[in-house]
C-alpha cells in the first residue's frame, strides 16, 4: 500500500448504502447455486446407503424438475430482504474498523487488519443467524417434500413468515438465533482471512483515474473472487455444522443434533471427515463471485453519488 495521509474522518452512510446495494446484487446472482449447496450439506446417508442427490448436476435437475426453473429462488425474498442490512454491516463495519485501527499515516498492520474483519463478521451474525435460519428452512423444503411424497405422507407449505411465527412462539425472538455460536464461528473466521486478503490484492491493481485512489473495478471483482474462493474452503467445515443445526425438519432416518460437538462428532463418526466439506465446491462458486461482485459494487461508489459526497480512499 503506497504511504498516505489518514482521511480526517470516515462516513458511515454511504459505506451502508454501498454495502446493502452489493448484496443485493451479489445474492440475487448465485442463489440458485447456494440452494444446491444447502440441500447438498444437509442431506445424509441413510440407514439403506440411500441419498436423494448424487452431485451438483443432479440436485439441479431434480430441483427443476421438481419446482421449475423459479424453484431454484426458493428462499430467496428472505434472503434478499435481510442481506441489505448483513452486507451493510459487514463491508460497513470491516472499514469503520479499518479506518479507527490504521495508524494516522494511514497503514494498517496484517494483525489489526484481521482484527478489524473478524469485528465485522461478529457484528453482522445480528442479523445472519435469522436471515440464514430462515433460507435454510426454505432452501431445504423441497427436498423434505420429495422425501415426504416417496413415503406417502401429506406435504404442508412452508413460508418465511409461518416459521418465523413458530420459531418465536416456541422460543422467544432467541428462537431465531438457533445456531448463532456456529454461525458466529463461521463468519469471524471467514472475515479475518478474507477481509486482510482481499485488501492485499486490491492494493496491489491498478488504481482508477478519478482521484479516489480505488483500484480499477475488475481489479474489484478479481481481488473479492481470489479471496472469497480461499475464505470459502478454509470456512466449508464450520458452514456445514451451522447449516446442519439450522435445518430444524430431516428426513426420516436422518440423525438429529444438540448442539456443535455432537454435530461434530456424529458426521465423523456415521459420515467420516469428507462429510465435513459436502457442497464445498458449491460454496466457492456462490461465495467467490458473490463476494467478487459485492465488492467490485461497493467499490463503485454508489452511496457517496446518491449522497452527493466525494468520494474518499478508505484504508
Known sequence: MTEQKKPASFSVLPKIINGGIAGIIGVTCVFP???????????????????????????????IAQDGFFGMYRGSAVNI???????????????YFRYHLSTPQGKLPLHMAGIAGGLAGLFQIVVTTPMELLKI??????????????AGREVHKLTALSVAKQ????????????????????????SV????????????????????????FYWSLLAGL?????????????????????????????????????????TMKYEGPTAFFKGGLCRIMVIAPMFGIAQMVYFTGMGERILGMERKKTV
Open 226 to 266: 481470489s479471496a472469497g474462493m480461499t475464505s470459502a474452503f478454509l470456512c466449508t467445515p464450520f458452514d456445514v455444522i451451522k447449516t446442519r443445526l439450522q435445518a430444524i425438519k430431516k428426513i426420516e432416518g436422518e440423525k438429529e443434533f444438540e448442539g456443535f460437538f455432537d454435530c461434530v462428532s456424529k
Open 81 to 95: 430482504l435481510l442481506v441489505t442490512p448483513e452486507k451493510a454491516i459487514k463491508l460497513a463495519a470491516n472499514d
Open 193 to 216: 482471512i478474507y477481509f486482510p486478503m482481499m485488501a492485499t490484492i486490491n492494493d496491489a491493481g491498478p488504481r482508477k483515474t478519478d482521484n479516489s485512489g480505488e483500484a480499477v
Open 137 to 150: 428452512q426454505m432452501q431445504d423444503a423441497g427436498r423434505i417434500a420429495s422425501a415426504d411424497r416417496a
Open 33 to 63: 447455486m447456494d440452494l444446491v449447496k444447502t440441500r447438498l450439506q444437509n442431506q445424509q446417508i441413510l440407514p439403506n446407503g440411500e441419498k436423494m442427490y448424487s452431485s451438483i448436476i443432479d440436485c439441479f435437475r431434480k430441483t
Open 167 to 190: 420459531l418465536v412462539k416456541e422460543n422467544g425472538i432467541f428462537g431465531l438465533y438457533k445456531g448463532v455460536k456456529a454461525t458466529g464461528v463461521r463468519d469471524v473466521l471467514f
